[in-house]
């Protein structure tokens, strides 16, 4: 919208007369909203205020308890010790073939079938990562910084909205408030027609174009509250009941990485991750135990060069049977089994490992050409935000200056018609242009935060953050 209108055409007989009447109402109605130089700016603890409000938005407890989640998967694999405990019993089923001489009740006393239980209890030791464990380390790490990530982008998308919504409805407001006023000029209008139709001053025309105008302001009032109610229905969405703002917000200009960035420098951690795992499985594992008889069972210390994890367990009964079995001694020894001690060495041969480690290093080619695509889309984005933030505010200085103009002509006309060079109406033809050039500058300076916003957006930068 200009901060001008052009004059209108001469008008007929009969709207002549009415005329001034209607320029008046026009003025006044412009004048209850925007009869400011510019539109409030309600300051930072208003607009927080509003912003407090999305604290309890069911998306950001969402993105939270996201995060919970992820720190809680880091802490297990940084927890220095795990226990595990095993039970069982196995039921043996026992026949015996026996010869025809053996009596019944040697055969009676032999049982049908025998119970074996068995209790293991194992304690892994964590007290440094490496290999494995340090790769799993990094992605957990990784997957919470994605989720503080997301979360501190679901608070600036929440916040952007707040603050475009809390715009919004105080315009909204305001427009039902003009089409109030206008509504009662337009009733004023419609009873001075009929006086001046009873003393002949004016036609049936005449009644029936104010009776028009009339219904015009009503729908329009309707129209204003209907739009009033769906902006406070969305802004209590947001934030809740008893948060809006008595003016257009003003927001400091902010800059950052983009979220696609990010996400893509992500992906190539996630990639490298890959490709150190794949080119680890191509080494030969080393694996070593020691295990002591106890008498009733077996402590045992293991370990194995992919992770360095120290496992000790225990077992009851032992696994020592059949370890004497290759023996030689003498008759009438019986050998007994103190410890024992393993060692060996696994590697992994084939096509398989070679194909998933090439794979794993053509996806961390594919993470950096994204890294690459990313960084050009950011750096486009970012010249694109630049050139609509400079328009906005251009826009805001032009309307300035066309408010100025237009308050200074509304001056120049009143003292002219106190010299008797214009008419009344051409003084309310020149407020009412100044009035419209207030509305033109209050709808700058909301396209000035629409863009403003707009890099809060993009970037993911919560307005609580930056705000003092």
Known sequence: MTGRTALAPAPTRGARSWAPVLAVAMALTAGAAFGQASPPRPGAEAVLHVLAGVNDHPSL???????????RELDGVRFPVSLEAEVGATRASISVDADPGVPDEVLGAVPDHEWT???TVRARLRPFLVGDLSDLEAQRRLAVVQAERRRREMRAML??????????????????????????????????????????AASERDQQRAALELARAEQRRRSAEARRDEAVRRLEALVGPDRGLAGIPEVPDVGGVP??????????????????????????TAQASYAWNTGDGSLSLSLESRTFQPTVSYATPGSFSGATADVDVPEGIEPRVDSTLSVGLSVAFGGEPFAARDAAQARRAAAEAGMQAARREADLARADRQEAARAA???VALAEQDLALARAEADDARRREELGLTSPLEVRR???????AALALASAHDQRLSAQ????????????????
């Open 259 to 284: 979220p696609e960035v990010q996400d893509a420098a992500h992906d190539l951690a996630m990639a490298q991750l890959a490709v150190r795992g794949a080119e680890r499985d191509l080494l030969p």
């Open 430 to 436: 020149a407020e009412v242009a100044a009035r419209q």
């Open 453 to 468: 916003l707009r890099a809060y957006l993009e970037l993911a930068v919560p307005l609580s953050e930056v705000l003092p």
């Open 393 to 395: 505010r251009a826009e």
């Open 61 to 71: 407890r969402a993105a939270g308890a996201a995060v919970e989640a992820a720190r």
């Open 117 to 119: 239980r068995s209790a």
């Open 159 to 200: 916040e952007a909205r707040a603050l475009q919504a809390a715009s919004a409805t105080w315009m909204a407001e305001e427009g039902v408030r003009v089409a109030e006023r206008a509504l009662e000029v337009a009733r004023g209008a419609r009873d001075a027609t009929r006086t001046r139709a009873r003393l002949g």
